[in-house]
């Protein structure tokens, strides 16, 4: 069994919907109602982890890994009759 853990895991997640926020302090922008949409996930998003997981889980589907039906977070990758890789 592997583990991984991933810097910046969050800021990695692509986003499925249209998120808009006010600029942070100090940020100059040309009008002060201005907002700032955002182009990919951030930390304190609520959508961040599950944008996250989805991206992960696409990825490891795409070279072969099945999830597990009792466990979302464990994906093992079987060939033949063995298991030969499990995250």
Same mark, same amino acid.
Request: glycine share 6%; hydrophobic share 35%; proline share 6%.
């Given at each position: 069994?592997?583990?991984?853990?991933?810097?910046?895991?969050?800021?990695?997640?692509?986003?499925?919907?249209?998120?808009?926020?006010?600029?942070?302090? @100090? +940020?100059?922008?040309?009008?002060?109602?201005?907002?700032? *949409? #955002?182009?990919?996930? %951030?930390? @304190? +998003?609520?959508?961040?982890?599950?944008?996250?997981?989805? *991206? #992960?889980?696409?990825? %490891?589907?795409?070279?072969?890994?099945?999830?597990?039906?009792?466990?979302?977070?464990?994906?093992?990758?079987?060939?033949?009759?063995?298991?030969?890789?499990?995250?």
């Amino acid at each position: 069994m592997h583990q991984l853990n991933v810097n910046n895991t969050f800021l990695h997640g692509d986003l499925d919907e249209e998120i808009y926020m006010v600029p942070p302090p @100090g +940020l100059d922008i040309p009008h002060p109602n201005m907002v700032c *949409k #955002l182009r990919k996930s %951030l930390y @304190g +998003l609520k959508e961040a982890s599950t944008q996250w997981h989805a *991206k #992960l889980s696409d990825t %490891l589907r795409s070279i072969g890994f099945q999830r597990s039906r009792n466990d979302y977070s464990v994906f093992r990758k079987v060939q033949g009759t063995s298991i030969v890789n499990q995250i």
